[in-house]
């Protein structure tokens, strides 16, 4: 082979490599071109984004009754009113033994304990109606469905419609 043919098949090697470097030092160069004006045009943008998810709501927002309530509405739920706090007849604390829970069935066993805390406040304060508060299902709940908690002490307000559950502390 001739020299000529010999040096044609190094240069599309060469220029393979030579291609990404040109190419970056041709965007530096159109970066540093730039006028001070336009490199200082997303700093504006990104100063007048909204707020990302999960940020604090707006005053806007607030005065219109917020993201999630309209969100709600839209799909058709109802709007939650708070009922009037009831005179509380009665306060007492008991302490629920829950070794009965740990018979059932393990995938059973974190339902099972809130029902049975349940019964038990039934039985014991006499009425039927008992609310649970979402602290005390989260303690029943934390370890997961399977690793129920030995016992428990729980608070319980008694008022004229129904009997209320908290942890006591």
Request: aromatic share 4%.
């Amino acid at each position: 082979m001739s020299e000529t043919a010999q040096s044609q098949k190094a240069k599309p090697a060469e220029s393979k490599q030579a291609k990404p470097a040109q190419a970056k030092q041709a965007k530096t160069a159109a970066q540093d071109k730039k006028p001070a004006a336009a490199k200082a045009a997303p700093e504006k943008a990104a100063a007048s984004e909204k707020p990302k998810a999960g940020a604090a709501e707006t005053e806007e927002q607030k005065a219109s009754g917020g993201f999630r309530q309209k969100v709600e509405k839209a799909m058709g739920r109802k709007e939650e009113t708070k009922e009037p706090q009831l005179p509380v007849l009665e306060t007492r604390v008991y302490t629920i033994p829950l070794r009965e829970v740990k018979n059932t069935s393990r995938l059973r066993r974190a339902k099972r304990a809130v029902s049975y805390v349940q019964e038990f406040i039934k039985k014991h304060m006499k009425t039927e109606d008992v609310k649970m508060s979402a602290e005390l299902n989260e303690i029943l709940w934390a370890r997961g469905i399977r690793y129920v908690p030995s016992n428990i002490k729980v608070q319980a307000l008694k008022t004229e419609k129904y009997v209320t559950l908290k942890p006591s502390e």
